[in-house]
T-cell receptor, first 111, second 114 residues
Framework: DADVTQTPRNRITKTGKRIMLECSQT?????MYWYRQDPGLGLRLIYY???????NKGEISDGYSVSRQAQAKFSLSLESAIPNQTALYFC??????????FGQGTRLTVV | GDSVTQMEGPVTLSEEAFLTINCTYTATGYPSLFWYVQYPGEGLQLLLK?????DKGSNKGFEATYRKETTSFHLEKGSVQVSDSAVYFCALGGASGGSYIPTFGRGTSLIVHP
């Protein structure tokens, strides 16, 4: 089984809809992250969480919210999806200062 | 804040050519440095890492040396293969404020032709 699992892998949704992307990890790490990947822009941090009670905004948090349901689960929500949120979304987990482990990504298209 | 700058791609090479992808960083403190690789349709996976100055990370024929004096961590491979075609990301375990949040460069696409 993968260390980090994201669901769904692909999603097409309409403008204005609420959508949730889910992430679970089996590494036992406290730290979890959500990134967005756009061509030419690399990975940009949306939200991060250092433990269940510690959630922080990243550089591009507007239009997104998160929930850390447990050490192993960290979900990302788009409250009202818009077309410029079309992107590839990655969840990752790491230990303090160590390498990050990534999920396979969720390709989201907002039409 | 912390940042990573890497050379823009795509980098196009013939098989068995020498590869260099430049990476420089800005960080307070002493971060760990990483190279990740992303194959088509997949997530990022760690290629190599270095945790302190002058350390050399290596894996699958790739190497990078942590140069504190030039704040660089350039990726090299002596002889690339078609299977190395992927996107490569330089990253640091950011040390600003001790938070160590992974910070990534924009990625460099490598295309290797037979």
């Amino acid at each position: 089984d993968a260390d980090v699992t994201q669901t769904p892998r692909n999603r097409i949704t309409k403008t204005g809809k609420r959508i949730m992307l889910e992430c679970s990890q089996t590494k036992g790490h406290d730290r979890m992250y959500w990134y967005r990947q756009d061509p030419g822009l690399g990975l940009r941090l949306i939200y991060y969480s250092f433990d269940v009670k510690d959630i922080n905004k990243g550089e591009i948090s507007d239009g997104y919210s998160v929930s850390r349901q447990a050490q192993a689960k960290f979900s990302l929500s788009l409250e009202s999806a818009i077309p410029n949120q079309t992107a590839l979304y990655f969840c990752a987990t790491s230990d303090f200062g160590s390498e990050a482990f990534f999920g396979q990504g969720t390709r989201l298209t907002v039409v | 804040g912390d940042s990573v700058t890497q050379m823009e791609g795509p980098v196009t090479l013939s098989e068995e050519a020498f590869l260099t992808i430049n990476c420089t960083y800005t960080a307070t403190g002493y971060p760990s440095l990483f190279w990740y690789v992303q194959y088509p349709g997949e997530g990022l996976q760690l290629l190599l890492k270095a945790t302190k100055a002058d350390d050399k990370g290596s894996n699958k024929g790739f190497e990078a040396t942590y140069r504190k004096e030039t704040t660089s961590f350039h990726l090299e491979k002596g002889s690339v293969q078609v299977s190395d075609s992927a996107v490569y990301f330089c990253a640091l375990g950011g040390a600003s404020g001790g938070s160590y949040i992974p910070t990534f460069g924009r990625g460099t696409s490598l295309i290797v032709h037979p």
